[in-house]
């Protein structure tokens, strides 16, 4: 049985300060799901900033984003802080946040899944299982659940 692909434009913020992981997880998504928008965070403290329009997207022009993915090890603000403090604000906490990281210490995972993350993926090694990943990512997250993007 085939999957069908989602044709529905699907909005996905990643942050992760390594350009070349942006870079190749921005076309594996594309290899499977090519309506998917993705913008790129290069911290935490960016990605608070672009949740919240403030600092250098203040007068920025973008909704919230229908799925984070979250790199653990950056500079300024890891992920670890920044995931902490979006599931503690309540005008961003219904938005789902994936950890996809390098690391696979039992604390980070278990952490992460405190801290309210709905995923935990350790980063794969090669391409192609980046974009094997990014197909159950893409599946399960557009064509199975439903996301609700309620502001209370």
Same mark, same amino acid.
């Given at each position: ?12 913020? @990643? ?44 007068? *920025? ?20 802080? *920044? ?33 309210? *993350? ?11 299982? @980046? ?22």
């Amino acid at each position: 049985m085939v999957q069908q692909q989602s044709t529905k434009p699907i909005r996905i913020l @990643l942050a992760d300060d390594d350009e070349d992981d942006r870079f190749l997880t921005r076309e594996a998504f594309q290899h499977h799901f090519p309506a998917t928008s993705m913008q790129f965070v290069e911290d935490g403290e960016e990605l608070i900033e672009y949740l919240r329009r403030t600092g250098r997207y203040e007068n *920025a022009d973008h909704g919230l984003p229908e799925l984070i993915l979250l790199d653990l090890n950056m500079p300024r603000k890891d992920g670890r802080e *920044a995931l902490q403090e979006i599931k503690k604000d309540p005008s961003l906490r219904h938005v789902p946040i994936i950890v996809l990281s390098t690391s696979d210490a039992q604390d980070d995972i278990e952490n992460s899944y405190f801290w309210g *993350a709905n995923s935990f993926i350790t980063k794969p090694t090669s391409y192609q299982k @980046l974009i094997d990943v990014t197909k159950a990512i893409g599946n399960y997250w557009f064509n199975v659940v439903k996301i609700s993007m309620r502001l209370d």
